[in-house]
């Protein structure tokens, strides 16, 4: 017959950590000594040891503390909640149970999308865009930016793209915000990876981002302007010249040659 069953609770357990170790107390609450057992096959293949596996000759009113340590590394259980129970032999009395049980679990990051595109951006121009990372686990989440060895075309492109801040903590059940930038310098396509190294996670998190750099360029008609024979003294003569921007950006067009403030300064520097 179970008499009674004891549980002992190791919380969250980060896979392949160091070992938790939990203590509880031992007492003879009766009138003769007592010879207790653990049995070691039941706790040992779940990553469990107790220290130590048998008491011999408890005293009345005696208190033992026993040990209790778990390592995930010697574990043959699966992810999620665990619970082990292990007999205890009492010699020549009832049956007890110790129920261990543990959450095992690893830090990880939750994101909108792996992929981000910023389309085209002028050249020069900065396009900023936000991204959240959330810890749906019960432990915390470190993580960290990480450099990657690059080929010297890879290192153009990296500096074309930022990612703030560089490394942070998120508490369990909480979100934080990440800006991702890019400004380009060429009219053309940019794309990069970066790396989020998670603490405790052998697995790290990739962040794909591409963008394509666009050029202003006005078309001129025609592109040679010929105004023709003049009379001397007449008050002016003209030729149209007509602009037409092919792009999807408004764009100033001003000339510094009728800029009088820049004509004349250039003359002071000469």
Not at 16 to 31: A, E, I, M
Not at 35 to 41: A, L, M, N
Not at 53 to 81: A, D, H, I, N
Not at 125 to 151: A, H, M, P, Y
């Amino acid at each position: 017959m179970l008499l009674s069953c004891y549980s002992l609770d190791f919380g969250n357990i980060v896979l392949n950590s160091n070992p938790k170790k939990r203590v509880f107390k031992l007492s003879n609450s009766g009138d003769l000594n007592l010879d207790v057992v653990f049995d070691s096959k039941a706790f040992k293949a779940a990553g469990y040891t107790i220290t130590p596996e048998r008491v011999t000759k408890l005293m009345k009113g005696q208190t033992v503390t026993m040990l209790v340590t778990y390592s995930s590394k010697k574990s043959k259980v699966s992810m999620g909640k665990n619970r082990t129970l292990v007999p205890m032999e009492v010699k020549n009395g009832p049956k007890y149970q110790l129920e261990l049980v543990h959450n095992l679990t690893f830090p990880e990051i939750s994101i909108e999308t792996e992929q981000l595109d910023f389309g085209r951006v002028l050249v020069n121009q900065r396009k900023t865009v936000f991204l959240r990372f959330s810890n749906d686990k019960e432990v915390d989440c470190n993580w960290e930016i990480k450099k990657q060895g690059l080929n010297p075309s890879e290192k153009k492109d990296e500096s074309r793209f930022q990612l703030l801040p560089q490394s942070g903590c998120i508490q369990p059940g909480q979100r934080t915000t990440v800006q991702l930038s890019f400004m380009p310098s060429q009219d053309k396509t940019y794309q990069y990876k970066f790396m989020v190294s998670i603490a405790d996670n052998a697995k790290s998190l990739m962040i794909y981002v591409r963008g394509q750099g666009a050029q202003v360029a006005l078309e001129y008609s025609p592109e040679i302007i010929k105004i023709g024979p003049v009379l001397p003294y007449d008050d002016c003569a003209y030729a149209l010249l007509e602009v037409r921007n092919p792009s999807d950006y408004d764009t100033e067009l001003f000339s510094l040659d009728f800029d009088r403030q820049f004509c004349q300064e250039e003359k002071e520097l000469l």
